[in-house]
Structure formats: C-alpha cells, structure tokens
C-alpha cells in the first residue's frame, strides 16, 4: 500500500501556515502583522514590498518579533549573479527564498553555503494552467513539469520546491519525503474569491496530498477579520496533524 503524503516533517503545526504579505508597503504590513497578533507565526515577503523599499528593515523587525520569514522574490539570473543573492540573504535570520527552477539557477543556488536558509525552487506558478504553458512554448502538461522540475530541484541539492497542491501528491509518490514542499493557491471553501490563481484547493486538502507548509495570502489578507480567517485556518491545519 502507497504511503500517505501528509507531511512527516517535525514542523509545528502553527508554523506551518505562510501569510503572504502582499501589501503596498512596510507599514501596511506591521499594521497586519500586528493585527495577526499570534496566529501567525510565519510570513512571506515578496516583490511588492520589496519595489515599497524598507525591505530588509523589515525583514529585520518581523525576525526580532520572533517570526519566521520567507523571502520571495523568486531569483532569475545567471546562475553567478543568483548565487551571490542568496549568499547576501543567509545569515538575516531568513528561513526561506525561491528561484526559478532552471538547471543552472538551481545548481548554483544550491551550492551556496547558506546556513538555516531554505532555497526553494518554483516548479510552475500557481496562476498558469495548461494554455498559459501552451502560449509558453511547453508542449508536456503542468503535472509532468513540475514532476520534472521537482526531480531536477533534488538532484540538484535545493532544499523544496513551490508547487500547487495539486501536484503535491505526486511528488510525494514519486520523491518521498525528501523535498520541502510549499503549496500557494489556497482557497478555503468559505471563502473563495475569483481571482488569477488557477490551480487552487483548501488548506486541509493541501495538506492531506502532501504540503509541509502553505502559503495563504488574500482569504487572510482582504478577509473581514484577518484574525479570524487566520485562526479558522490554524484549526483546519491542527485537525489534520492531530
Ligand atoms: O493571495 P494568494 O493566496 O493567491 O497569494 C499567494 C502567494 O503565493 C502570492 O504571494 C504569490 O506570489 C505566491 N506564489 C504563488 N504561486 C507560486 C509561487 C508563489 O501564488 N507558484
């Protein structure tokens, strides 16, 4: 008999929840960290506070008010250039970062001595589906790439991949428990919003095919109480650890 695909990994449950603070600058982002209060223990921080400017002062307060952080700004350069961003990010307290999953990026991001810092490869976005990969030039379909991508991720020495939850089962099928695997796309079902993200499930189900840790960002974020979509999520994902 297969398995099961929920996560094994000794990771504390309510640490396994990633808010995506994708806000318009540092101070939006306090005010909805501080409102988050204790429900949330890991955040992302991505592109647009980076383009806000403040980023790594914040990075620096969100690590000194004890949480874990998730640097995306999803590395694409020559592998030399990308190497040297992820020397400069280790050693800032930072517990993740992503790039792109190319071979070369891959490789040489992996090869860096970077400490406790997580490199993380995005297999496929979550927004594209099968026609965005059509109008890309891929000619194999979403599961077969990120398959693919995540196999390359291991062999190449990165620490996890980013991938849909959808794919998550068939990661852990094929590559056991030896990736982090970090699932955005997540919908809880009484709170769907129509949006660009394609291949999107809710947080118990992402967990159950295989997620170590999700990244929610608008059904926290634009919810009417953040707090408590937060605190709805946390005991979804308790209820699937338990
Ligand atoms: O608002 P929402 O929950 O869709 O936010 C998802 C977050 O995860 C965004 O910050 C987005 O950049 C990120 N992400 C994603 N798909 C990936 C990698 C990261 O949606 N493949």
Request: glycine fraction near 8%; hydrophobic fraction near 45%.
């Amino acid at each position: 008999m297969a398995l099961s695909p929920t996560s094994r990994k000794n990771i504390p449950d309510e640490e396994r929840l990633i808010v995506a603070l994708d806000l318009p600058d540092a101070s939006a982002a306090r005010a909805m960290v501080d409102r988050l209060g204790d429900s949330v223990r890991f955040y992302k921080v991505g592109l647009e506070l980076f383009m806000a400017g403040g980023y790594f002062d914040f990075v620096e307060w969100l690590v000194g008010q004890d949480k874990r952080v998730f640097c995306d700004l999803k590395f694409f350069d020559i592998s030399a250039t990308v190497a040297a961003a992820v020397k400069r990010l280790a050693g800032r307290g930072v517990s993740f970062t992503t790039i792109h999953g190319n071979d070369a990026i891959m490789e040489a991001a992996a090869s860096v001595d970077r400490g406790d810092l997580k490199v993380l490869a995005v297999t496929v976005l979550t927004s594209l589906d099968r026609g965005d990969l059509d109008d890309l030039g891929f000619r194999c379909d979403v599961h077969d790439l990120v398959l693919s991508r995540a196999r390359r991720a291991l062999e190449l020495g990165c620490d996890g991949v980013v991938s849909s939850g959808l794919e998550a089962r068939a990661l852990r099928e094929s590559l056991d428990h030896r990736l982090l695997v970090v699932t955005p796309g997540i919908r809880p079902v009484d709170n769907r919003v129509e949006d660009d993200q394609k291949r999107v499930m809710t947080p118990a189900r992402a967990f159950e095919n295989g997620a170590d840790y999700i990244v929610v960002g608008r059904p926290i974020r634009n919810a009417a109480d953040p707090r408590q979509a937060a605190e709805a999520i946390q005991a979804e994902i308790a209820g699937v650890f338990r």
